[in-house]
């Protein structure tokens, strides 16, 4: 049976496609068939991780929005990205990309008509069927809206990343507050980008009593991260690095 899970946090700039992306990816690389969607249509990104530039070849997420292209067909195999980071993927392992489009026009599009969600719900239900999926991770756009509360909706999880600022710790009890009544089955949050001279340990402690949620991984704010500059899936590049090993425990939790 496939797991649906959502990626999302209140507020941009909390790491989340990178996290999405490194966690589809070593869902991947154990064995999973995992596809991420990029529902950021508003300000695409993380086809970057995988290699793709602006132009990205082939249909997108838009395609299938605007009725030109079945979902499946926007559905890019990555799973190569994968050794190319130097891991090994286990049998039956496989990583597709849907990206949304980088073009100006097909952003203005989205921006100035918007489009039917209710097509996206029907799309994440032929892409699981089609790709035989284990996992579906949704790469949401921050914030709340209409697309974001679909996505939410027909989670099997919910995957909250926040920052340790006051900004995150408020619009995060509103998002859970949100998820709550929404009923979603699995919420778990996720710290990110935490300065190295904070106890991460502690920090887990308190953020999950205040807002009496799981707390699947505390992240340090690495400049190897930075430097990185998204060029490319971190935790499989430098498995040992303290980010890496934290990432990887948050998919083996969301692997279950």
Request: charged content about 20%; overall charge negative; proline content about 4%.
């Amino acid at each position: 049976m496939t797991k649906i899970i959502s990626v999302h946090s209140f507020r941009g700039g909390t790491g989340k496609s990178n996290s999405s992306a490194n966690i589809a990816a070593r869902l991947a690389a154990s064995g999973r068939r995992v596809a991420v969607v990029d529902t950021d249509v508003q300000s695409p990104g993380i086809h970057v991780l995988f290699g793709f530039d602006e132009h990205i070849p082939g249909p997108t997420l838009n395609d299938y929005l605007y009725g030109t292209s079945a979902i499946v067909d926007t559905a890019h195999d990555v799973t190569g990205r994968i050794a190319l980071s130097g891991a090994n993927v286990a049998p039956g392992g496989a990583l597709y990309l849907v990206p949304s489009s980088m073009k100006a026009g097909d952003i203005a599009r989205v921006l100035r008509q918007g489009y039917d969600v209710e097509i996206l719900n029907d799309g994440f239900r032929e892409l699981v069927k089609g790709l035989e999926l284990d996992h579906l991770i949704i790469d949401t756009h921050p914030g709340l809206n209409e697309e974001t509360l679909l996505s939410i909706t027909i989670s099997d999880a919910l995957l909250l990343i926040m920052r340790p600022d006051k900004q995150d710790y408020q619009g995060t009890a509103v998002t859970v507050d949100i998820a709550r009544r929404l009923e979603v089955p699995e919420l778990l949050l996720m710290v990110n980008k935490v300065p190295s001279h904070a106890d991460r340990d502690a920090m887990a402690a308190d953020v999950a009593e205040i807002y009496g949620v799981e707390v699947a991984g505390v992240l340090p704010l690495s400049e190897d991260i930075v430097s990185n500059a998204s060029g490319g899936l971190f935790s499989l590049t430098d498995p040992g690095h303290e980010w890496s090993v934290a990432i990887a425990a948050v998919a083996d939790r969301l692997a279950g």
